[in-house]
C-alpha cells in the first residue's frame, strides 16, 4: 500500500455518510492502517473477477466493504429463493457494516460485473476500536439509525403477511416505526397501561403473563415475526396482559396513530396476520387457554430459554437415557484441541416429552458454545480476533491477545482462557478457548467419538417444537 493509495482510499471513505465526520488521521490510522493495540490489521484490495461473490445474502461476516473500480450488481432473494438483480453500485459505493459490527446476517448479495472490479475490505478489530475511542458518540448514534432503518425495511420486505401492504404505506411504516431493544428481563410494557403502539418481534423470545391472585401465569411465549398489542389498539382498551423480554430481543414499535391508519385500509391483512400468530400458538378464537402446549411444555420453554438456548444458532446435547458415562466426549476434544477440552460436562438437566413418540426424554445441556444469534463475546474483543463466519460459527483467530474480554462477556460461561505454547515460560501466553464445532473438520470430534450416539449438535429452534409452539390464545385471553 502506497502513501498516494492510503490518501485516495481515505477520500473515499470520508464520503461514507457516517464516517464523514471523521478527522483523515483517524481513518488513515484505524481503518486503512489497521493500528489498534497490540495488533495490526491493515485494509485489503481484493480484485473480484466478473460473475464472483463478494458477499452473499444470508451469511455472516466480519468485514465491510467499499468498492473502489467497477461496477457490481446488488442481489436479493425472491419468494422462490432465487436471487434477483435489484441494482448496480460503482466506486465510492459501501457495504457490509451492519453484519461486520454484529449485528446479523448479509441481507443481500453483491456480485461483480465488469473487468477489474476491485473493493477494499476492512476489518472488524480496528473498526470497532474507532468505534469505541469516538468520544462524540455520533459514529455509533449514525450507525444505530443507519441498522434501525434497514432492519425494518428489510423486516417488512421479507414478512409474507405483509405483502398487500403499498410500498407507499411500508415507507410510512419505516419513516415513523422505532427499533426498540431490551434486555433479558426487561418489561415492555405491564399490565393496565393504556395502549399507545403495535408491536412487531423483529428477533427473541417474550412472555406474556399477568397475576392470577398471588402466582404469576403465563399466558404465552412471543418470538420472530409474532406481533402483539393489536387488539387493545383496535378496541380502546387498557393492556391485558405484561410483556417481558425473556433474553435480548428487538421490537419494532409502530405508532397508535399509524397502526389505525393501516387497519383501516388493510384489515383483512392484519386479521390474516393474527391468524397465523394465533396458529403459531395452536389456539383459535375462542379456544380455551392453553392452546397446544401444556403446563410442562411451558416450562420447558422456560427453562430452554434461561439457558440461552432459544437464541442460539447451534447446541450440545446429550440424551442421557443413550449415554454410557464413558467419558469418550471429552477426551475427544481433549485430544484433538491440544490437552484442553472446549466441553464441559458441567450444565442442566431437563425433562421434555418427545412429540411424536410421546416418550419422556431426559436431555442435558453441558456447558459449550451456543453460536449465539447475536453474541455478545464479540464486542469487547479489542484487536478483532473473536469473528464468525458466513455460516454463523463463532471462532477464535490466531492472533487472539488473551485479555478475557469475551469469556467475561460471555453469560453463559463458555469460553474459558488456557495456555497455550511453553507453560513454564516466565509469562505464558493465554488464548480464549470454546468450541468452534471442530472447525475445519469433517465434524465435531466430540459427535464422532460417542459410541451410543448419545451426544449430539443442533439447531435448537428446529429441534425443539416447544420453541415453535409459543402456547395458549392470547387474543381469547385479551377479550376475557
Known sequence: MTAHMADEWTQ????VPFLSMLPDAV??????????????VPASLVEIPIGDYVIREGEFGDTFYLVVNGTFAVEVWNDDGVPVQVSTIQRGAY???MAMIGRGMRTASIKGLTPNCQVLEIYKGPFDRMLKEDKTGQLKKQLDELYARNVITKFLRDNEFLREIADVDKKLMVDTAKLLRFEAMAEVYKAGAPATAFYLVRQGFLKAWRMEGDSESILAYLRDKDFFGDLELVEGRARTATITAMEPVEIIELPRSVFASLYQRYPNVINAYRKYDLEARGGAPG???GGNLSKTGMVFTADLIGLGVAQARSALIIDMDLCVRCGNCVQACTDLHNGYSR??????????????????QNLFFPNSCLHCRTPDCMAPCPVGSIARDKDGEVYIKDHCVGCGGCAKACEFGNISMVIVGDKKAAKPKRMASKCDICRGYDAPNCVYNCPQGAIIRIDPNEYFDELQRSGPDLVAMAKR
Not at 29 to 39: E, F, V, Y
Not at 343 to 359: A, H, V
Open 287 to 289: 379456544a380455551p387457554a
Open 27 to 40: 481513518i488513515k490510522d484505524k481503518l486503512i492502517a489497521g493500528k489498534i493495540p497490540q495488533a495490526e
Open 343 to 360: 466441553l464441559i460436562r458441567r450444565g442442566k438437566k431437563l425433562t421434555r416429552r418427545e412429540k411424536s413418540t410421546k416418550q419422556l
Open 95 to 97: 457495504f457490509g457494516e
Open 12 to 15: 473515499l471513505l470520508k464520503a
